[in-house]
């Protein structure tokens, strides 16, 4: 089944250490995009990458980093910088510049605390 | 970035018809409307998305005001998996005067299905 696979589903560091997050689609989309979510709030955008090997940042990307060597894989590190990483972190992917009218596909996301 | 406007909450009874209503008084002319839902736990779903014209597909309706200042989702009838938030997003860019675009989440609106 195509599909975009986040992992893993829960995560706990202490404070001090980076993490990677997985983020993988076999939907052959050119687009794949981070977004952060607090409680009661809306999706922010973290990074974005429109193609292999380029990626932008989003509105909050302080404190993270991200690579996209594969068009499958787009991996997002949250390093020590971030100051209240603790959030729900949503992977996306779309086909990308070809069309502003298409969907977005979103992973099941990770749950992410710092403890 | 063009911002929408929705009701933070709304009740409805099963099998009965519901109307989410959305107003984007500042889209410009090629803005694509596009709803999305949450689950709790869950990463966004795509449910429709329009330009000018009304569109219908398996899982609801979207009706665009001929101003397109505003747009109501239908759900002909309401489940209760239904049950969840509903996001009303213009797909804007991400760079002016670029070609890269993304999804601006608000606060959606909770809608809750009574049995």
């Known amino acids: 089944d195509g599909g975009i696979t986040q992992s893993p589903k829960y995560l706990f560091r202490k404070e001090g250490q980076n993490v990677t997050l997985s983020c993988e689609q076999n939907?052959?989309?050119?687009?794949m995009y981070w977004y952060r979510q607090d409680p009661g709030q809306g999706l922010r955008l973290i990074y974005y990458?429109?193609?292999?090997?380029?990626?932008q940042k989003g509105d909050i990307a302080e404190g993270y980093s991200v690579s996209r060597e594969k068009k499958e894989s787009f991996p997002l590190t949250v390093t020590s910088a971030q100051k209240n990483p603790t959030a729900f972190y949503l992977c996306?992917?779309?086909?990308?510049?070809?069309?502003?009218?298409?969907?977005?596909?979103f992973g099941q996301g990770t749950r992410l605390t710092v403890v | 970035d063009a911002k929408t406007t929705q009701p933070n909450s709304m009740e409805s009874n099963e099998e009965e018809p519901v109307h989410l209503p959305c107003n984007h008084s500042t889209i410009s002319g090629t803005d694509y409307i596009h709803w999305y839902r949450q689950l709790p736990s869950q990463g966004p779903e795509y449910v429709i998305h329009g330009l000018t014209s009304n569109v219908n597909n398996r899982m609801a309706s979207l009706a665009i005001a001929e101003d397109r200042k505003s747009s109501t989702l239908i759900l002909h009838r309401a489940t209760l998996r239904d049950a969840a938030v509903y996001y009303c997003?213009?797909?804007?860019?991400?760079?002016?005067?670029?070609?890269?675009?993304?999804?601006?989440f608000g606060k959606g609106t909770l809608l809750t299905v009574n049995p």
């Open positions: 939907l052959n989309h050119d687009a």
């Open positions: 990458s429109q193609i292999v090997n380029d990626f």
């Open positions: 997003i213009l797909r804007d860019l991400i760079k002016s005067g670029g070609s890269n675009y993304k999804l601006t």
């Open positions: 996306a992917s779309s086909i990308g510049n070809r069309g502003r009218n298409t969907e977005a596909f």
